[in-house]
């Protein structure tokens, strides 16, 4: 009985020791895995939780927070939707190597530079030849474009919902972020529930400090200047600065009639379009502008800034530049033309009489993209006797004046020309219309 009252004892002892060790492994355990938590220095990069995007599932009228850009059909969409009942869409018609747009309003999502932000949205296409694609890009309190970033991603054909993501980080000066749904070449797209935030570290106690990127300087133009004259083109109208051609204009090819049916306002440009209608022994009618009648088409020196983008297409010109204010030419200053069959080059023209009172020329050809594919900055300084021109901020050209001073005149244009010319060749119905596209002009006055 004894033995038995012992072993019982001692059985008793045993699971009494058998859950202190028990207890003592759950709290080490637990304090090891605190103590891992607090040690993480890699945390894992979320997206925050607050959605920048306007309206970003589409379920009430986009219209008022967004806007649409191209050729093509665009609607608030109740046929597919990736959440919800509604979606935006486009059926596209733009040609292959362009894109139409649904894109937010450009002062509607306010940035901070240095931030790094992070979107995301849903897309399906139907019939889609090249591709749609997600874009965020960056602005300053004057709405000037500083750079954006398209994502590596993107969706082709037909296909059901995909989604695509982009990253960028604002550079210096940024006060407004866009997010921009773009389709390249015909087809139909849907889009919904875009998503835009900050990148954060989650979890991290204090994490490390990470320098902000500075981007490389743009260089400045020489001389000082101060804003003299500016057309952003907001609203539906041209400003009353403008003179809008009319019939056969001096240098053009004759195979081109002007008509102010081809100047057109909307969406924050001006858009100068070439297109097939033949009438009074020409083929194409044409859009072009001059400020001849403003304060400003009369000046001897200055500084001249364009935002552009050339139109695409075989036998297309897009033109800007200078000419004589009185009618005579030359001289003629050649700020940016690009022509559709050599899509690569840009050219900076000085034309002035040679020592035979003939038309000389001063070209320089400028490569390295395709300049009717997205916008550029195309800026001409004319400094006493010295020429300047620049491309993206960057200097390509510096010229001796070779034409005598006289008061000058800015205008642009588009046009076609005649089938087998060297320049521009003719353009095809199945490429037009075609256009040239402006984003802003401004006229500097030298101090």
Same mark, same amino acid.
């Given at each position: 009985m004894r033995e038995i009252n012992r072993k019982l004892i001692r059985l008793k002892i045993m699971e009494h020791i058998k859950r202190i060790y028990i207890v003592l492994f759950t709290l080490l355990f637990s304090i090891s895995i605190s103590s891992a938590a607090t040690l993480n220095t890699n945390p894992t990069v979320t997206s925050s939780s607050t959605n920048l995007a306007p309206n970003s599932g589409f379920e009430t009228d986009p219209l008022v927070d967004y806007f649409?850009?191209?050729?093509?059909?665009?609607?608030?969409?109740?046929?597919?939707?990736?959440?919800?009942?509604?979606?935006?869409?486009?059926?596209?018609?733009?040609?292959?190597?362009?894109?139409?747009? #649904?894109?937010?309003?450009?002062?509607?999502? *306010? %940035?901070?530079?240095?931030?790094?932000?992070?979107? +995301?949205?849903?897309? =399906?296409?139907?019939?889609?030849?090249?591709?749609?694609?997600?874009?965020?890009?960056?602005?300053?309190?004057?709405?000037?474009?500083?750079?954006?970033?398209?994502?590596?991603?993107?969706i082709r054909g037909t296909t059901d919902w995909t989604q695509l993501a982009v990253q960028g980080i604002a550079p210096s000066k940024t006060a407004f972020v866009r997010v921009e749904f773009r389709l390249y070449g015909p087809g139909t797209l849907w889009v919904d529930d875009v998503n835009l935030g900050l990148k954060t570290a989650a979890s991290a106690p204090t994490p490390a400090p990470?320098?902000?990127?500075?981007?490389?300087?743009?260089?400045?133009?020489?001389?000082?200047?101060?804003?003299?004259?500016?057309?952003?083109?907001?609203?539906?109208?041209?400003?009353?600065? #403008?003179?809008?051609?009319?019939?056969?204009? *001096? %240098?053009?090819?004759?195979?081109?009639?002007?008509? +102010?049916?081809?100047? =057109?306002?909307?969406?924050?440009?001006?858009?100068?379009?070439?297109?097939?209608?033949?009438?009074?022994?020409?083929?194409?009618?044409?859009?072009?502008?001059?400020?001849?009648?403003?304060?400003t088409g009369k000046l001897t020196q200055g500084r001249w800034e364009i935002r552009a983008k050339m139109p695409q297409g075989f036998g297309t010109d897009g033109y800007i530049g200078l000419f004589g204010s009185a009618g005579k030419w030359p001289p003629e200053i050649v700020i940016a033309e690009n022509i559709g069959k050599r899509p690569i080059i840009a050219y900076l023209i000085q034309v002035y009489s040679n020592t035979l009172n003939k038309p000389a020329y001063d070209v320089t050809q400028v490569t390295g993209t395709t300049w009717n594919t997205g916008f550029h900055v195309y800026t001409f300084e004319w400094d006493n006797s010295t020429l300047k021109w620049y491309v993206d901020g960057n200097l390509k050209k510096t010229s001796k004046q070779l034409?005598?001073?006289?008061?000058?005149?800015?205008?642009?244009?588009?046009?076609?020309?005649?089938?087998?010319?060297?320049?521009?060749d003719c353009a095809s119905s199945k490429i037009l219309p075609a256009y040239l596209d402006i984003d802003y002009v401004r006229i500097y006055r030298k101090n």
């Amino acid at each position: 009985m004894r033995e038995i009252n012992r072993k019982l004892i001692r059985l008793k002892i045993m699971e009494h020791i058998k859950r202190i060790y028990i207890v003592l492994f759950t709290l080490l355990f637990s304090i090891s895995i605190s103590s891992a938590a607090t040690l993480n220095t890699n945390p894992t990069v979320t997206s925050s939780s607050t959605n920048l995007a306007p309206n970003s599932g589409f379920e009430t009228d986009p219209l008022v927070d967004y806007f649409t850009y191209g050729k093509g059909t665009f609607t608030w969409a109740n046929d597919a939707a990736h959440t919800g009942s509604r979606s935006t869409k486009i059926v596209s018609i733009q040609p292959t190597g362009s894109y139409a747009r #649904w894109l937010s309003k450009t002062d509607k999502i *306010s %940035g901070q530079a240095g931030n790094d932000y992070s979107a +995301s949205v849903w897309m =399906k296409s139907i019939s889609v030849v090249q591709y749609g694609k997600l874009v965020i890009n960056f602005w300053d309190a004057s709405l000037n474009y500083l750079g954006g970033t398209e994502s590596a991603g993107s969706i082709r054909g037909t296909t059901d919902w995909t989604q695509l993501a982009v990253q960028g980080i604002a550079p210096s000066k940024t006060a407004f972020v866009r997010v921009e749904f773009r389709l390249y070449g015909p087809g139909t797209l849907w889009v919904d529930d875009v998503n835009l935030g900050l990148k954060t570290a989650a979890s991290a106690p204090t994490p490390a400090p990470v320098p902000t990127l500075t981007p490389t300087p743009t260089p400045k133009p020489s001389g000082f200047y101060t804003l003299f004259w500016s057309d952003e083109f907001n609203g539906n109208t041209l400003s009353s600065g #403008w003179r809008v051609y009319g019939g056969n204009q *001096s %240098g053009a090819t004759s195979d081109t009639l002007f008509h +102010s049916n081809m100047v =057109k306002v909307s969406n924050g440009q001006l858009h100068l379009g070439i297109a097939m209608n033949p009438s009074n022994g020409r083929k194409y009618i044409g859009g072009g502008v001059d400020n001849l009648n403003s304060v400003t088409g009369k000046l001897t020196q200055g500084r001249w800034e364009i935002r552009a983008k050339m139109p695409q297409g075989f036998g297309t010109d897009g033109y800007i530049g200078l000419f004589g204010s009185a009618g005579k030419w030359p001289p003629e200053i050649v700020i940016a033309e690009n022509i559709g069959k050599r899509p690569i080059i840009a050219y900076l023209i000085q034309v002035y009489s040679n020592t035979l009172n003939k038309p000389a020329y001063d070209v320089t050809q400028v490569t390295g993209t395709t300049w009717n594919t997205g916008f550029h900055v195309y800026t001409f300084e004319w400094d006493n006797s010295t020429l300047k021109w620049y491309v993206d901020g960057n200097l390509k050209k510096t010229s001796k004046q070779l034409y005598p001073t006289i008061p000058m005149k800015f205008g642009m244009g588009a046009w076609s020309g005649i089938c087998g010319s060297d320049w521009p060749d003719c353009a095809s119905s199945k490429i037009l219309p075609a256009y040239l596209d402006i984003d802003y002009v401004r006229i500097y006055r030298k101090n």
